[in-house]
Every structure is written in C-alpha cells, then in structure tokens.
C-alpha cells in the first residue's frame, strides 16, 4: 500500500532514532544539529523521556499571537538550540516577552480525511477506496503512526487514512468537504501535509532590554530547579506551567507556545477538566488511565504539521497548566502512574494502546464503535447493556422494533442514578421546531428545499439513530452519523431517541443517555466506583478484553 505521506517512526526503548525526518540539511558545525535540524526533531512523531522513563509531551498553549509574556520566580535557562546546545541564564522575578519578527507560514498540502482504518486491514481500507471511486472520487492513502516503546512494552500506532484533494488552499479542502457533507451526509476530518516549516526571528527580552537573546524558528525556555513554575498570559488569562516552555512559529506564521512536561504533570492539568473531581477515587482513576492512553497513542497520529502533539482546547484534551489541578484527581494520577490499557485484534499480531473513548452517559447501553465514527470495529469497544442484570427483551440490543419499549423503561443501570448529572441525562425529553431542522438543511443543501419528510434508516446495538433520510420538495438528505443527526436538530444529547411529529410539524423526541455512548459510561463508572468496584474493574467492564499494565 502506498499513501501519500508516510510517518514511520522505529524506536527503541529509548526512542532516540528517526527513521524520516522531513528535512535534514546539514548541521552548521560538524556533530551539532542546526536550527532547520532542530525544526525537524520538533516536529518528528518521537518520544523524549525523563530520566526516570516517563514520556514527555508538547502541548500547544498559545496560537494565533505576536508575542507572549512570560515569568518565574527562578532564574530560567534560555537554550536556543535546545538541550545540548549553548544556554543562557536570565534572573528570575520579572516579566520577560518573546516577540515574532518575520514570521513565515509554512507550506502545506490540504487531504480531507473521509475514513481512517488500523494498519493492515488492507480489505476493508481497499473496499473503501472502491466505493469512493465508484462515488467519482480519486482517493488517496496516507499512512500515519509508528511502531514505539514505552518501558519495554511495544505498540502500535499505525492507521491509514483515506483522503481525497490535495489542495494547496486549506479554503479548496474546506469546499470540497462542505460538498461532501451535502452529498452524502458524512463530516469528514482534514489532514495537514507539512511540506515546508514555518519560520520567523524570535527576540526574548524584558523591559530593560527587548533583545536580550535573538533566535530564528524555536527558542527553549528550561528552568533550573526541580520544581519550577513559569506564569504564561494566554487567551483564557495567566496559566502556571511545570517543564519547559517552547517558542516557536505556528503554522500561519504567528507565535506558538509549546509546553514540554512529563505526561504525568500533564494528566494532573487534563482529568480535573473532564470527571467530577468530587467523583469517588477508583473512577478517577479510571479516568486517568483513560486519559493517560489518549494522550500516549496520539504520537504520531494527531497535530502532524503542527509543532505538537496535542492543542490545550477541549476537542484535543482540556488542558490547563497547572492552574486547574485539584488534590483528589493529581492523587488519582500518581496512584495509576504508568497504567496504560492494551490491546490485540482477533486478526492482529501487534498490539496497541486502547483508543479509550468515553460519554458522560450511555443511557444503559453503550454502542458499536464503528457505528458511530465508521472505520475499524474495535473489540474493547463493542456495544453492551450497562446494567446489573439482563433483561430478555432487550437481550440482542436496542432495535427498531424494542427502542420505544428501551426509553420508556429505567432499567438498573450503572449510570440510572440521580447523582453526576444522572437524572437530566439517563432519560430526557425534547422537542424541537421545524425551523431548526429546514435551517440546518438549507446551510448544508439549498436544493432539498421544503422538508416534508424525516425517516430513520439505520439504527447501532444501542438503539442509537446512525443514518437519517430527510426528504424535501426538491431532493433527499441523507444525514450519516449520529453526531450530525444530533446537531440537524439543535443538538440532541443523543442519538438514542424515538421522534414523533404533530399537526404544527414539531419533533417529539424522547430519548436516553449524553454523548455517542462508545466505550465507558462516565456516570457508570463513579456508580461502579461508588458500589465498591476498583478501576481496573471499571476499565475491563468498559473496553471488554483490554489488558491493564504498569509501564513505568
């Protein structure tokens, strides 16, 4: 198979050794790393360690800026060229600016993504590319992640993306994936191709002098004891930081900022943002093992043309710095330190961190992976009851035929509680004006005109809508996923729903649960904690045959 970008990267335990770099001039001295060499091991899908093997991750915490302020009670360390390199001390107590002179952007190719598999599974990604060409489409393959080491443990991280375009203009990919939404219903992903790096002159100062160390494309920021903070102004106010910090140039060419901590410090600033930390411990540390594989199985797949391997915003990983760390979640953290989910494939040899995907409500049952995202069936996240005890009637699912039956009934359900916001979301009711949905339809395909009609056509194992008809005056709508069903009618907590119409033409729907429902159940999980389960338990009950190991 061929794609066309590959980012293969083959490490040992200590992961120090690139197989491509996207580009490699020569150093300016002999043995020492350039500037555009530098670049390249920044943005190279590798892993840096700790001393002690803990893996350290570059978070983007500031974008789209000319300058960024900056402190530290301590004395910093300036290294323009990174850890190896010449280095300057600068006394701590005081503000200090990093300025943008000249930024560049950097060239890209622009792919909209329309379905991405694990690597290997050739027939499914071949059947796919034969449907597309039959659709009129030329697509290609890209092939994304890596084989890495974390303590030992070898993983993969190997996907292939199916892409069409290869636009220059990001503005081209954008059309092309609004027409393919109107088409066919389906919100593809994009995927940036790095072609050549931003760049641009970085000035770090202070009041006294604004040019104390010049630097072209990236400057580091280290500090010099353990312990150390640095204060950061970003767009959500000051933000305190542990590890260094990285300034760099964004893809458009305005300033960067790259936090680089050990992926611990890390989960402290991320799991307060996504559980109640009054939750009981063993789901908060249920959470962190979750959290913990987001992050870890993400090198190499995610933030490929940017100078990071994760963005702080919520549809990356909700990251705060330190700011937002709270007692009982860091404890959870340091209490799972290195616990990472795995597993294999029936048709696999390879084994892979667990895509640990969860909801804040599954209504009493969770759903398919693959019905809701398309792409691979993954076996740790098959759709099941999440209740105490089975129910014959709804013992093959939630269909077309039992759902009405399903969300009208309470079942004793992990996540039917009146705790964690269980009440609002296990079973709800909604109802929602025609003009919603003609609004929705007319910004995505003007040629369907007056809707007349809405039809359910497919359903997942959890009763969950997947694939919606809309019929107008002029054309049909066909509305793929349950996300984009969702939203066409002004956001619905779910997809698990039965909808009715009235005279005045008003959807009725009554509905169970809160998010797509794959993987574990939020509300479940602080329930199974509160009866007494461990994480552990809560994980294998989740992402049925993951294995659970301490890596480090």
């Known amino acids: 198979m061929t794609g066309s970008t590959a980012y293969r990267t083959w490490l040992t335990a200590a992961l120090v050794a690139v197989a491509a770099l996207i580009a490699t001039p020569a150093a300016t001295e002999p043995g020492k790393p350039s500037t555009a060499d530098r670049m390249a091991m920044f943005y190279a899908p590798q892993f840096n360690f700790t001393r002690d093997g803990e893996p350290l991750i570059h978070v983007g915490v500031l974008n789209g800026v000319a300058d960024a302020e900056f402190s530290s009670r301590d004395p910093i360390r300036v290294l323009p060229l990174g850890d190896g390199g010449p280095e300057m001390s600068l006394p701590g107590g005081r503000a200090y600016t990093v300025r943008l002179r000249d930024g560049r952007p950097g060239d890209y190719r622009h792919w909209v993504v329309v379905q991405r598999f694990r690597y290997g599974h050739d027939d499914l990604i071949q059947t796919t590319i034969d449907a597309w060409v039959e659709r009129g489409y030329l697509p290609r393959t890209i092939e994304i992640g890596g084989l890495f080491a974390v303590g030992g443990r070898r993983f993969d991280s190997r996907a292939v993306l199916i892409a069409l375009g290869g636009f220059e203009d990001r503005g081209a990919a954008s059309a092309l994936a609004a027409r393919l939404e109107r088409r066919f219903g389906i919100e593809p992903e994009f995927h940036r191709e790095l072609l050549a790096y931003p760049g641009g002159r970085l000035d770090l100062g202070d009041r006294g002098n604004p040019s104390r160390v010049t630097h072209q494309d990236v400057l580091w920021v280290a500090p010099t004891k353990e312990g150390q903070t640095f204060r950061l102004q970003t767009h959500q106010g000051e933000r305190t930081y542990a590890g260094s910090v990285v300034f760099t140039v964004h893809r458009d060419g305005s300033l960067s900022v790259v936090n680089v901590a050990p992926v611990e410090t890390i989960l402290k600033g991320v799991v307060p943002s996504e559980v109640y930390t009054s939750a009981p411990m063993e789901s908060l540390k249920a959470q962190a093992v979750a959290a913990r594989g987001t992050l870890i199985s993400a090198l190499g797949t995610r933030r490929l043309a940017d100078p990071y391997l994760l963005c702080s915003e919520v549809h990356c990983q909700a990251y705060s710095g330190l700011t937002r760390e709270h007692p009982r979640t860091s404890r959870a953290v340091e209490e799972t330190r290195g616990e990472l989910m795995f597993a294999r494939e029936p048709w696999e040899d390879r084994w892979h961190i667990v895509d640990a995907r969860y909801s804040a409500n599954c209504g009493g049952h969770s759903e398919h992976n693959d019905n809701v995202w398309g792409g691979d069936p993954h076996s740790y996240l098959r759709g099941h009851a999440d209740t105490h005890s089975e129910d014959e009637r709804f013992k093959g699912g939630v269909t077309r035929d039992n759902v009405k039956a399903w969300v009208n009934h309470r079942p004793d359900a992990w996540c039917n509680t009146r705790r964690y916001g269980g009440k609002r979301s296990f079973r709800w009711e909604k109802t929602v004006e025609p003009e919603t949905l003609q609004s929705w339809v007319d910004e995505r395909n003007s040629a369907v005109g007056r809707v007349q009609a809405v039809n359910i056509l497919e359903r997942g194992v959890s009763g969950r809508v997947t694939r919606m008809a809309v019929k107008g005056a002029g054309d ?50 602080m329930m199974m904690a509160h009866a007494g389960h461990d994480h552990r338990k809560i994980l294998t009950h989740y992402y049925t045959g993951a294995h659970i190991e301490k890596l480090y």
């Open 476 to 525: 049909t709508l066909i509305l793929d996923r349950e996300l984009t069903i969702r939203r066409a009618f002004g956001g619905l907590r779910s997809s698990m729903f039965v909808m009715t119409t009235d005279a005045q033409g008003r959807f009725h729907f009554q509905g169970g649960g809160f998010g797509h429902g794959v993987g574990m159940c939020q509300t479940g999980a």
